[in-house]
């Protein structure tokens, strides 16, 4: 069962492929000298493209959170109900449109460009500028998204300062070529984000409340941004500018002024500034902290509302840190322009139910892709399950143009059953050579109907699904919802043990489409589909 259902669901390809740069981390010692290593972006003013890997942590099955949603006016509690974060097919809440693969490009366009905008993001006000500078540079680095995990971990969600490191050790891809970002709504430390740098660089963040909340849900995507910018920042040999000494002489420490004690107390105590932007309301006894820009940073590593910017310094201090053995290995490319990624997500097994209307559902989620403006899809049989070499009934479905999203490969391929498929995804972007490809093996069975489980599915159906089932011997039961056209794919029901006996459930399936859909039992390894309808 964990085929349909795994507890990692991922869609990176295992090696990846590099323009230029390193194969494999650099060697820890003498690395310009070393044999086999390869200094790359030599050129300064070359921009750095680092590899990215995204993961969603989610909880095992669904669960209840409620919390205070301090975006509305006045604040209000709000009660979550769901699988606790961004999922392959959802946003985790009422969205069935939007989903961990698109939130996760999303993310990384919006990061790259507020990188690439450093000159506009430094102006404070009209004809004012901190510190005064005319000769800010561009940042040099961007992101690439080289994939979009998802784990239902109820351990690893609940993230602490100590389970980071087991998580990373756990999850961890491509050793120390990719750069590990964790998204939690439960971190269990201080702050709303952390980072590991040194040879190994991760970071956790806490952030799908935001998205959450109603009255935030816009600004969240942009929050989000600005936090990965930061935290990787870190990563890359950056520390906070506003409160300590981060070996940069044009990033000042923030104004002290005396602050007020929540509650009330005296003596005033001293601290720096910390603000969100120009607010001369913002109380001092007597000094305030945020009525003057002089008073006021927005620099990446700062803590503040305004659009964020590095300084010369700051981009020397990233540029040295991408040429050392601990930053080099994670350079994608330095040739200028943003390269494409091909990934999708597939379950290893899929089933071949016949009886399905409009016939079977075998679908390639290519959302996660990144960057491509046209695609290849090739499809062949495999003569056993550890081949990588076509063995007969190859297709291509030509190069494509536009971005790739859900397709039903049984629409376009006759597959059959207990056979063993090899599937390849190539993506191409034509303002930047090169293209990238992916591929994953997949069985092919069919819809067994041994007698040990019958059920019976309402049909139609509304925001809510009765099935009514008889299992003749105790075993292992998931149900799965999956629309027949879009392969939108839905769990009713974790895995779950149950003894011989008559089960009647009643399932929510609100904020689905309307349309033909599989109701897929799983029982004992074996699967059943029912045809049912939503209007």
């Given at each position: 069962m964990a085929a349909f259902h795994p507890a990692v669901s991922q869609n990176a390809p295992p090696d990846f492929q590099m323009s230029c740069g390193t194969m494999g981390a650099a060697p820890s010692a003498s690395p310009a000298s070393s044999p086999g290593f390869l200094p790359i972006c030599t050129d300064p003013n070359a921009v750095r493209y680092l590899r990215v890997a995204f993961h969603y942590l989610l909880r095992e099955s669904n669960y209840t959170w409620t919390f205070l949603d301090d975006c509305a006016d006045p604040d209000v509690n709000f009660t979550y109900i769901g699988?606790?974060?961004?999922?392959?097919?959802?946003?985790?809440?009422?969205?069935?449109?939007?989903?961990?693969f698109l939130r996760a490009?999303?993310?990384?366009?919006?990061?790259?460009?507020?990188?690439?905008?450093?000159?506009n993001h430094w102006r404070k006000a009209p004809g004012v500028y901190y510190p005064p500078t005319t000769n800010l540079p561009a940042t040099n680095i961007r992101y690439v998204l080289v994939g979009t995990y998802f784990h239902r971990d109820n351990a690893a969600y609940i993230a602490t300062e100590s389970n980071r490191f087991a998580t990373q050790t756990k999850y961890n891809i491509g050793g120390e070529t990719v750069l590990d970002v964790y998204f939690t709504p439960n971190g269990?430390?201080?702050?709303?984000?952390?980072?590991?740098?040194?040879?190994?660089?991760?970071?956790f963040m806490n952030c799908y409340k935001k998205y959450l909340e109603p009255d935030c849900r816009n600004w969240?995507?942009?929050?989000?941004?600005?936090?990965?910018?930061?935290?990787?920042?870190?990563?890359?040999?950056?520390?906070?500018?506003?409160?300590?000494?981060?070996?940069?002489d044009d990033t000042p420490v923030a104004f002290m002024y005396d602050k007020i004690q929540q509650p009330p107390a005296t003596p005033c105590v001293k601290a720096y500034a910390e603000c969100w932007g120009f607010d001369a309301s913002k109380p001092g006894c007597p000094l305030k902290p945020c009525d003057d820009w002089g008073k006021i940073?927005?620099?990446?590593?700062?803590?503040?509302?305004?659009?964020?910017?590095?300084?010369?310094c700051q981009v020397a201090r990233v540029r040295a840190e991408l040429l050392a053995s601990s930053g080099n290995s994670y350079i994608h490319s330095c040739n200028g322009c943003l390269p494409s990624n091909a990934f999708f997500f597939?379950?290893?097994?899929?089933?071949?139910?016949?009886?399905?209307?409009?016939?079977?559902?075998?679908?390639?989620?290519?959302?996660?892709?990144?960057?491509?403006?046209?695609?290849?899809i090739e499809i062949c049989e495999l003569a056993t399950p550890t081949s990588t070499t076509c063995y007969s009934?190859?297709?291509?479905?030509?190069?494509?143009?536009?971005?790739?999203?859900?397709?039903n490969l049984a629409a376009l391929y006759g597959f059959k059953k207990d056979t063993y498929y090899k599937v390849k995804l190539t993506v191409d972007n034509t303002d930047c050579p090169g293209s990238t490809s992916y591929e994953k093996t997949i069985h092919l069975i069919g819809c067994t109907t041994s007698g040990s489980v019958d059920f019976v599915v309402q049909n139609p159906f509304s925001d809510q699904l009765a099935i009514h089932y008889t299992t003749t011997q105790p075993g292992k039961v998931t149900i799965n919802l999956i629309h027949t056209y879009t392969?939108?794919?839905?769990?009713?029901?974790?895995?779950?043990?149950?003894?011989?006996?008559?089960?009647?459930?009643?399932?929510?399936?609100?904020?689905?489409?309307?349309?033909?859909?599989?109701?897929?039992?799983?029982?004992?390894?074996?699967?059943?589909?029912?045809?049912?309808?939503?209007?």
């Open positions: 699988p606790g974060n961004f999922t392959e097919s959802s946003d985790g809440y009422q969205n069935s449109v939007y989903n961990g490009e999303e993310v990384i366009a919006d990061a790259n460009a507020k990188l690439a905008a450093n000159w269990n430390w201080s702050g709303i984000a952390s980072a590991i740098g040194g040879t190994n660089k991760f970071v969240s995507l942009q929050y989000e941004a600005d936090l990965l910018n930061h935290e990787i920042g870190h990563t890359l040999d950056l520390s906070h500018t506003w409160n300590e000494n981060d070996l940069c940073t927005n620099n990446v590593m700062d803590y503040n509302g305004n659009p964020k910017a590095y300084t010369l597939m379950h290893s097994e899929q089933s071949l139910c016949e009886e399905v209307l409009l016939g079977p559902a075998i679908v390639l989620n290519g959302q996660g892709s990144f960057n491509e403006n046209k695609y290849l009934n190859y297709y291509s479905s030509g190069w494509m143009n536009g971005k790739i999203a859900r397709v392969g939108q794919f839905r769990q009713l029901m974790a895995p779950t043990d149950l003894s011989a006996g008559d089960y009647q459930l009643d399932l929510p399936t609100g904020g689905l489409p309307s349309g033909m859909y599989a109701v897929q039992v799983l029982f004992n390894g074996q699967v059943q589909s029912k045809n049912t309808v939503k209007p």
